[in-house]
């Protein structure tokens, strides 16, 4: 089947699968590399979106800090909210937009708005549970995003209690501008391919790079969602409001509740393993395409080559047969005036045997030959009309151009003895030849027994003709092996043993 295949496709067969495993073994470093600089990436985008949690931390502990000072304020004991207004406009100085400062009660009504007159009747203000766990608790509270009653704005809120006799008697609300955390997130942004965003309780941005004018007031992408409660802290593969694929970390405020997020751009790692596996591959197809190239120039030659050896072959086995039919045809004329026909016959018999021989290595390019195939080729003129007389058994075993030259004579011989002397004489006669590995003597031999049986008793000969003399010292001799004959009365038997090269 492999014979089948051209010497091109084979040699180019070898080499791909010499390349292609390369090829593949470069891709699976630059994969593994790959998933280590993501690993890596990981762990950076973490550690940045803490750093970002940590600055909104502090900032948001000196707004809590503030805020006290002013609720303990002489003043607001006294319920002076003229004097408290000028200590809330200080305070409030620091901050850009216009922030504002309210007081409420627990029933929900404003006492105080620093955004209006100190005498001017105020709306009720909007339900908050947070709010109320500043009654609850006498902690503070950092508020989720909503829309300001009197400034009807997107505010966050940062409540603390006031507290008088140990008694929470109101709260005490500051709006931070959304300013001061875009500028939180601006001054700590790394580069242009990076995503932050910082989120209240409920995923909805309040402070986003990149298009915040866009994204705030709209909660997180599903892909984020997704596993922004999952843990206090995380890692994932994300897709950004804009469709960017992120890897992404966040982290939830103790303080505040809030949620900072960021995200590093995924080309940013795919884009260097993309070249570092397009240029591997671009070197491997180069290579792979000199490699198919020399294949094919060598097959080339090769083919070139194998085609002149075979025209010498043909012609040298023309020759040898133009040989064999001149020594034929010298046999006959020199024994043509001899009386002796039976020697003539013999001669011929043998001339055509080795002629038979030589048509099986010719076919095989005198390589190697199977050894059922010389030996059903040497005994088929002998089968007769009764072709199960002759019984064959064996592995196959592929025999050098001497070992098939020497064992087809010798078998030459055995089948001709039979035929006239032996099983093969009578119409009951059979031959039994079988061979197999013998492995005795530590190198493998060949061991074939040839056994007659049915034929007419046997007598051991008187003298030993050309037959017995090529079997059993001519064999020996060019094989180096060993060959023995044994005239039973009930049949010949005969053993040849050899190496296999």
């Not at 395409?289 to 080339?300: D, E, N």
Request: proline share 6%.
């Amino acid at each position: 089947m492999f014979r089948a295949i051209s010497l091109p496709i084979r040699l180019g067969m070898l080499v791909a699968g010499t390349l292609l495993p390369l090829i593949g073994f470069a891709t699976a470093i630059v994969y593994q590399h790959y998933k280590q600089d993501q690993r890596d990436a990981f762990g950076r985008v973490l550690q940045f979106t803490r750093g970002i949690q940590l600055v909104l931390d502090r900032e948001m502990q000196g707004i809590v800090s503030g805020l006290t000072v002013l609720a303990t304020s002489e003043a607001l004991l006294r319920h002076d909210l003229v004097g408290f207004q000028r200590r809330a406009e200080a305070f409030l100085a620091q901050f850009p937009d216009q922030p504002s400062i309210v007081i409420g009660d627990i029933q929900g009504n404003q006492i105080f708005n620093s955004s209006r007159p100190p005498d001017s009747p105020l709306p009720p203000r909007t339900a908050r549970p947070q709010r109320d766990s500043v009654f609850k608790t006498g902690k503070p509270v950092f508020s989720p995003l909503f829309m300001g009653s009197v400034s009807q704005r997107p505010i966050v809120t940062v409540t603390v209690p006031i507290i008088r006799d140990g008694e929470i008697i109101y709260d005490l609300s500051f709006d931070p501008p959304l300013g001061i955390f875009q500028k939180i997130i601006e001054q700590q942004k790394p580069g242009n391919d990076w995503t932050i965003s910082i989120f209240d309780q409920d995923g909805v941005n309040f402070a986003r790079l990149p298009n915040p004018a866009q994204t705030i007031g709209r909660k997180a992408s599903p892909t984020l969602l997704a596993v922004l409660f999952s843990a206090k802290e995380g890692q994932a593969q994300t897709t950004s409001l804009e469709g960017v694929p992120l890897i992404t970390a966040f982290a939830h405020s103790e303080l505040t509740g809030w949620i900072a997020a960021s995200g590093i751009d995924e080309a940013t790692l795919t884009a260097p393993a993309l070249r570092t596996l397009l240029l591997a591959a671009a070197i491997g197809s180069i290579m792979l395409a000199i490699g198919l190239g020399f294949a094919v120039r060598m097959a080339t030659q090769i083919a070139r080559a194998e085609t002149l050896h075979g025209l010498l072959i043909d012609e040298l086995n023309h020759r040898v047969k133009n040989t064999l039919a001149t020594v034929q045809s010298l046999s006959a004329q020199t024994f043509r005036s001899s009386t002796d026909l039976e020697a003539r016959k013999k001669f011929g018999a043998r001339l055509a045997s080795l002629g038979s021989t030589h048509d099986i290595l010719s076919a095989q390019k005198w390589e190697n030959a199977d050894i059922r195939a010389v030996v059903e080729n040497v005994l088929e003129p002998f089968q007769g009309a009764a072709p199960r007389r002759i019984r064959i058994a064996g592995p196959e075993l592929q025999l050098s151009a001497r070992c098939v030259v020497m064992l087809s004579m010798a078998l030459h011989e055995l089948a001709t003895n039979a035929a006239k002397y032996g099983a093969l004489s009578t119409a009951d006669g059979r031959v039994f030849v079988a061979w197999d590995i013998d492995n005795k003597t530590g190198d493998k031999r060949i061991a074939l027994r040839w056994r007659e049986v049915g034929g007419p008793e046997v007598t051991p000969p008187t003298r030993h003709g050309f037959g017995s003399t090529l079997i059993e010292k001519g064999f020996p001799a060019q094989l180096g092996g060993h060959a023995s004959i044994n005239y039973e009365p009930t049949g010949v038997s005969a053993t040849l043993e050899f190496p296999m090269k």
